[in-house]
């Protein structure tokens, strides 16, 4: 077989004035694929999409708080133990405020 091109430096041949003025520019600017993250393993996304999972999610963590504690104090009553304690915070009894009164409502008097 014989040769088609007479001088096969190609990587001269391609930075050649007259090749590189026929070639188009290459694209620079490539815009990164943004990583999708799970909303329901990242509480983060999932607040961001839902404001109110933040309650929601303790709520449930409160609730299973309560039902751990029951299920225990009921083993702990038939097996003659003494009861865990309640993980249910204590309710503090509202005290008088010492602060200043409320402002009464300012009147509008006819001169």
Not at 84 to 103: L, Y
């Amino acid at each position: 077989p014989q040769q088609m091109m007479s001088n096969s430096d190609l990587g001269r041949l391609l930075k050649s004035d007259e090749i590189q003025n026929a070639v188009r520019q290459p694209k620079r600017d490539r815009q990164r694929r943004v990583l999708k993250k799970n909303p329901l393993k990242n509480q983060a996304i999932m607040t961001r999409l839902n404001p109110y999972s933040d309650v929601t999610k303790r709520n449930a963590m409160l609730t299973s708080r309560v039902n751990q504690y029951k299920r225990q104090a009921a083993v702990a009553k038939r097996r003659g133990l003494p009861a865990p304690v309640d993980p249910r915070p204590k309710k503090q009894p509202v005290a008088a405020s010492k602060g200043k009164p409320a402002k009464k409502a300012a009147t509008k008097g006819k001169k």
